[in-house]
């Protein structure tokens, strides 16, 4: 009997030590659990920097903690401060909200092997929600050769008011990013990865993110591939335009008058309660932005983010040129379409409403009749309606998501870049709904980006999807898979089609569909049109002006 249970608690106990994970970093030690669902190790909750806190709550980051003793990566569900959300049903429930939420998740495959390849992710949420771990990538680990990390940075007015003065200078959320790259500089080989070999990915504000780090000096050597899925830097929502306007502007809607004062109106951000600050979610705006992103910040010279309009980078091409493997679904525009009962009658009330703040006029008049150009070019003599819904995706498509990323990957050409790799996503499965009142389906934003990652926010069990969906699910991955290992989406001796990089005439593209087939310019004719916009209508997104000196009283 006594021999019985010596046997148990040893095999128990061997069980246990299976399932745990030690690794060493520069931190200190850090023990990671097995993933239920893979052969995962996951570590969460890893506190790459320090937020400041109380009235420093706009600053960049701090360094991160150290540690002795081995630290529990155990999930603790922490996300940065933002607008609650109601959560679905597949989605954890205990989620916690808190300023100590500089966290990163680090997820090892089981093996010996080091040096492995880094696959780094930004999520989405328009910069205002969101948080690392509601989207994994456990199946683009099935090779056992690439660790994935994914990580939370502040959102919203936290992350993204900017003032231009010292204690709110911007890009606060931008700034974590950084500070993220950088620990996994300092620490991935602990835990078995490459800092010579990261790829920094992202979707939608999670992709305009890693399209802007690109082009940011500060952030300069930290990732080496990049992969924008659906939002790009040249994105009206990407930058904000005015973004001291836009902080008065929200101080006013909550009641605050006194904003051509600069540092009262700093004082105000400074000591609101971050139940006020994360009080508007920003979703029903029709100007294609919500309010609060990055921003052209001053030049201090004392860590900015980004000094420069990425369109001025760009056309310049002062920035490191990369791989970079870039595109968008077919309909990205069908992330308003819940809107289209209401907002078709607001866009026959006045179009000019829904014209991006990037664009300038010297009249109302002159706004008025750009509007009318515009509306006309996607709705023709008839007013917005259910029979021409097709054109209300479209427009929401080009002045979110198309047109920007386009004209960046002509410039990304122009400026020498010749390893930038054009897609447009199509792929949708039969059980995918109409578009209201059409016989069309389309791919939803971001769509490509749910066929990559798996997990907390996507569907766990993929053999209940069609044979199709799971082939092109297949089919993506193993695009994505060969950009992390090579820098290009099909390598020399693929059995896929070849795939080369865009020229500055905009072609070719690959269209990832049930098949893959390369084609020549995406969406060439919408592409003009708004050419011809912007290129007479531009507005540069402009840095907050220099603070006057403070009243020192004697």
């Known amino acids: ?86 959560i679905p049903e597949f989605m954890p429930k205990h989620l916690v909200q808190h300023e100590q939420c500089l966290i990163a998740n680090v997820y090892v495959p089981d093996t010996d092997k080091k040096n492995l390849s880094v696959y780094v992710y930004v999520h989405g949420g328009a910069f205002i929600i969101g948080y690392g771990d509601m989207m994994r990538a456990l199946r683009l680990m099935d090779n056992k050769d690439i660790i994935v990390v994914t990580f939370n940075y502040r ?33 991935i080989a602990g835990y078995g990865g490459n800092p010579d070999d990261v790829t920094l990915a992202g979707g939608s504000a999670g992709s305009a993110s890693v399209d802007l780090l690109m082009l940011s000096k500060s952030a300069e050597g930290l990732f080496h591939r990049v992969i924008p899925e659906s939002g790009g830097n040249l994105a009206a929502f990407t930058v904000q335009t005015d973004p001291l306007e836009n902080a008065k502007t929200q101080a006013r809607k909550w009641n605050f008058t006194n904003v051509d004062d600069i540092y009262a109106l700093e004082k105000f951000y400074k000591t609101a309660p971050m139940r006020l600050l994360t009080s508007d979610p920003f979703f029903d705006r029709t100007d294609s932005t919500f309010l609060f992103s990055p921003c052209v910040e001053r030049d201090t010279g004392d860590g900015a983010f980004l000094t420069e309009s990425p369109l001025s980078i760009l056309k310049k091409g002062a920035y490191r040129k990369l791989p970079v493997l870039y595109g968008f679904a077919n ?52 007013p917005v309606g259910n029979d021409n819904v097709l054109g209300y995706v479209d427009f929401f498509s080009d002045v979110f998501f198309t047109y920007p990323m386009l004209v960046a990957a002509k410039l990304h050409a122009e400026a020498g870049n010749d390893q930038v790799y054009l897609y447009e996503f199509s792929y949708v499965d039969d059980a995918t709904p109409f578009i209201p009142h059409t016989k069309t389906r389309g791919a939803n934003h971001c769509a490509q980006t749910t066929a990559v990652m798996d997990g907390n926010f996507f569907e766990k069990n993929e053999t209940n999807m069609s044979e199709k969906s799971q082939n092109i699910k297949k089919t993506v991955r193993q695009l994505w898979h060969n950009f992390i290992k090579t820098g290009k989406p099909v390598p020399e001796g693929s059995s896929l089609p070849a795939w080369p990089a865009v020229g500055a005439d905009g072609s070719p593209y690959m269209s990832i569909d049930e098949k893959l087939e390369l084609r020549g310019v995406l969406l060439e004719e919408r592409t003009r049109f708004w050419d011809g916009i912007y290129q007479k209508y531009y507005r540069d997104p402009v840095p907050p002006p220099e603070p006057p000196a403070k009243h020192v009283e004697l």
């Open 331 to 382: 309909m990205e525009g069908l992330m308003r379409i819940d809107q289209f009962e209401v907002w078709k009658q607001k866009m026959n009330e006045k179009f000019s409403d829904f014209l991006p703040p990037n664009l300038k006029f010297d009249s109302d008049e002159e706004r008025e009749q750009v509007a009318k150009e515009i509306k006309e070019f996607y709705f023709g003599d008839k």
């Open 1 to 86: 009997m006594w021999t019985v249970c010596v046997l148990f608690v040893w095999f128990s106990t061997a069980l246990a030590a299976e399932e745990w994970k030690e690794v060493k970093t520069p931190q200190g030690p850090v023990r990671g659990r097995k993933h239920p669902d893979a052969e995962v190790y996951a570590f969460y909750n890893i506190p790459y920097a320090t937020p400041p806190v109380g009235e420093n709550k706009f600053k960049a980051p701090l360094p991160p903690p150290t540690w002795s003793d081995p630290y529990e990566a155990v999930n603790e569900y922490v996300i940065c401060p933002q607008f609650k959300m109601e």
């Open 155 to 187: 959102l919203s007015i936290h992350g993204f008011l900017c003032l231009g003065t010292e204690d709110i200078p911007g890009n606060a959320g931008m700034k974590d990013q950084v500070a993220l790259l950088r620990w996994v500089q300092d620490n």
